[in-house]
């Protein structure tokens, strides 16, 4: 089994209501079968998609209590969400990088081929596109099972560098009591409309590429403006790309860990109290 945030990371900041009432009880269940307690996040393990190697037993996923949220980084920007509810959902879902099994909602950016898919699996009950390809704009406000997902389009550049108006989209989760946003492509600083309707965001997919998607100073002014309890990098293809965001983020003075598996489990109460960049390595599918 593979452990996702550390146990530093475990001070319950930012618990409301039922939410403090689930941390305590879950926090006492892991003291009576743990040492120091361990996170929520160590209810992840890799399987079913993994092959176990010689002598080991497959190890199925535990599955998850209400209040959490499993996240697993495929490749590039595609994250696969896991609700309590069993509802999987993969972000900028493309040709290239997909989950193991057709997720139950897949969403698309319009930037390039590896955020969207020109063949998307028929068995996706949900595709959202964060475009239209017809032009104009393209809202989504769709409850499925037990997430909400909505969106917020922003503007993108062409690669002859002229203006795309509405060709990304920033999408956003609401699940078991976390509020999870993915920024997919975005080209420019947010304004104060965005960031209402943005609402508070506990987890943010930023991508920190440095080059096709925001400069990295922008970068920093747009999750200064969300302020996020954890910043998720994506998108660092670009050599020097992660090592820069890295040093940008500690002049920032946001703690910096490193992940050993690229998936975890979070719930409110595992959240850190305070801003935490939590790199994962792609994990394939």
């Known amino acids: 089994m593979t452990t996702g945030i550390d146990a530093s990371m475990e001070t319950p900041g930012r618990v ?3 939410s403090r009432a689930v941390a305590i009880v879950l926090g006492l269940v892991f003291a009576a079968v743990a040492s120091p307690a361990m996170a929520i996040c160590q209810l992840v393990a890799n399987a079913p998609y993994l092959t176990p190697g010689d002598g080991e037993a497959r190890v199925w996923k535990a599955a998850l209590s209400a209040g959490e949220v499993q996240i697993r980084y495929i490749g590039h920007s595609t994250f696969e969400l896991e609700t309590p509810g069993s509802i999987r959902i993969a972000t900028d879902y ?17 930037a390039h081929s590896t ?22 704009p393209m809202d989504h406000d769709l409850t499925v099972g037990d997430v909400r997902i909505r969106n917020i389009q922003t503007n993108i550049r062409s690669w002859d560098g002229e203006t795309r108006r509405l060709g990304n989209s920033i999408f956003i ?21 965005d ?20 400069r990295i100073d922008s970068l920093m002014d747009v999750l200064k403006g ?3 309890a954890m910043i998720i990098p994506m998108h660092f293809h670009f050599a020097g790309a992660l090592p820069a965001f890295k040093g940008r983020a500690a002049e920032a003075g946001y703690r910096i860990v490193e992940a050993d598996a690229p998936d975890l489990v979070i719930s409110k109460g595992s959240l850190p109290a305070s801003t935490t960049v939590y790199i994962m390595m792609p994990g394939g599918a």
């Open 173 to 193: 989760f609401e699940i078991a009591d976390l509020c999870i946003a993915h920024l997919g492509h975005l080209h420019h600083r947010l304004t104060k409309e």
């Open 195 to 214: 960031y209402l309707r943005l609402g508070q965001i506990d987890v943010v997919f930023a991508a920190i590429d440095n080059s096709s998607t925001l």
């Open 16 to 18: 409301r209501g039922a």
């Open 94 to 110: 493309n040709d290239i990088y997909r989950p193991f099994l057709p997720p139950t909602v897949a969403t698309m950016n319009g």
């Open 115 to 136: 955020h969207y898919s020109l063949s998307p699996d028929p068995e996706i009950e949900h595709l959202l596109y964060g475009w239209n390809p017809e032009g104009g």
């Open 226 to 228: 969300i302020g996020p």
